[in-house]
Each structure stands twice: as structure tokens, then as C-alpha cells.
């Protein structure tokens, strides 16, 4: 017999106001990664330095910038979960922005200086948006629990991280169908995360909820990005 009081205890399993108030939480939280993370972005594209470090980020450089991200993913994460502090959370989900603000910094660079239209990365940004709510719109819509999606995730991401160290080290571009396969890796995470909103995370964990909408909608922002770019130089 459900009791409403699993181990453990899931929002899925929580009284209609207390997952209504979660869900308002963890999509605030996401709004607020959202800005300041643009202004994060904002700040290091407008520093004098940013030029150089730029150009530090490249070849093998950018090997060492992935290997960084990851271990300060993790250690994001690890913090964004803690069950003792809601202020180690929330750093957790700042020092993560952060994070993803410098792995970001070259790609913004490129557009923002270099690409022939202007507005390159606002209409990406709005085509981040606009899928972003489908399938949002979609997941709750249909209310299916697409937690079958975690092993293609795990699975795919280790190709995809294969593909990218690999393309690194012997110097060839990856083009645009791998940023296209990428965008729907991206997507297909969205609906994932959407997903543990719905069905998996605790009431107490909106950070974290946040914290991994967060990196799948800046990981469709990067390649959608990407696309955008590759389009505006043919």
C-alpha cells in the first residue's frame, strides 16, 4: 500500500500544494541561474584580458578547460544536493554557473566579435526558449515518467565526450551534424530532467532540480549556437 511516504519520499508523492511549491521553486531557481549566468557572460566578454584567455582556451588548452569542468561539475553537483545546508546548494548552483560561463566564453567570444550577423546569439537564445518550452510543455502535458532515458544519457554522453577529446587532439572540426545530434542529446535531456521534476526529485531538492535543467538547457543553448554560426558563415 502507498502510504504517500516513500524512501525516498518524491515529489510525485507529495500533496498537491507542496509539489506546486516545488515546482515554482525549481523553476525560479532556473530563471535565476538563467540571469546570471547572462550576467556572468556579460561581465567576462566586456574585460580587457578576456582576448588572451580566449585564445589560451583552444587545442589543447581546451582539453584542459573540459577536464576542469567536469571535476567542478561534479563538485557543484555533489554541493547542489546537500541534505544539511541550503546555503551549500545554492553555491553549489552559483559556483556551476560560474563554471558554465567560462566553458561558454569562447563560443560568446566568436559571436559576439566575429559573426556576420549581429544577433546571433539572442536568436539562438530564442530558439533555446522556444524548445526549451515545448518540451516542457510536452513533459508535464503528457505527465510521462521518462526516466528510461537515463541509460541512452549515460551512454551517449560517453560517445559524445569520446568524439570531443578525440576531435581535440587530432585538430578536425566536428561540423554541424554532430552539433545538430548534440542539440537533440540536449533535448532528449531536457525531457529527462523534466521528467525527475515531475516524478523523482525530493521537495527539498529544488536547487538540484534547477542545477540539471540548467546544464541540459545551456547545453542546447551551446550547439544551437554552434549551428546558428556554422549557417551564418556558409
Do not use: C
Request: aromatic residues 16%.
Amino acid at each position: 500500500m502507498n502510504t504517500g511516504y516513500a524512501n525516498p519520499y518524491t515529489v510525485a508523492d507529495a500533496a498537491p500544494s507542496e509539489r506546486a511549491a516545488f515546482i515554482r521553486s525549481t523553476y525560479m531557481h532556473l530563471g535565476i541561474a538563467i540571469l546570471a549566468f547572462i550576467g556572468v557572460t556579460a561581465f567576462l566578454l566586456g574585460q580587457s584580458w578576456t582576448p588572451a584567455l580566449v585564445s589560451k582556451m583552444s587545442g589543447m588548452g581546451w582539453l584542459v578547460v573540459l577536464g576542469a569542468f567536469m571535476a567542478v561539475s561534479w563538485i557543484a553537483d555533489r554541493f547542489a544536493r546537500s541534505e544539511t545546508s541550503k546555503g551549500v546548494q545554492y553555491l553549489g548552483l552559483f559556483i556551476f554557473v560560474i563554471a558554465e560561463a567560462f566553458i561558454f566564453l569562447p563560443l560568446l567570444f566568436i559571436a559576439a566579435n566575429f559573426a556576420a550577423d549581429g544577433q546571433v546569439i539572442l536568436k539562438a537564445g530564442i530558439t533555446t526558449g522556444f524548445i526549451f518550452g515545448g518540451l516542457t510543455f510536452a513533459a508535464f502535458a503528457t505527465r510521462k515518467d521518462f526516466s528510461f532515458l537515463r541509460s541512452f544519457l549515460m551512454v551517449g554522453g560517453f560517445v559524445a565526450l569520446g568524439i570531443i577529446v578525440v576531435s581535440i587532439i587530432f585538430g578536425f572540426n566536428l561540423g554541424t551534424i554532430f552539433a545538430g545530434a548534440m542539440a537533440i542529446f540536449a533535448s532528449v535531456s531536457i525531457l529527462y530532467n523534466t521528467s525527475n521534476i515531475i516524478h523523482h526529485y525530493r521537495p527539498d531538492q529544488s536547487v538540484s532540480a534547477a542545477l540539471g535543467l540548467f546544464a541540459s538547457v545551456a547545453l542546447l543553448f551551446f550547439y544551437i549556437l554552434r549551428i546558428f554560426l556554422a549557417f551564418g558563415r556558409d
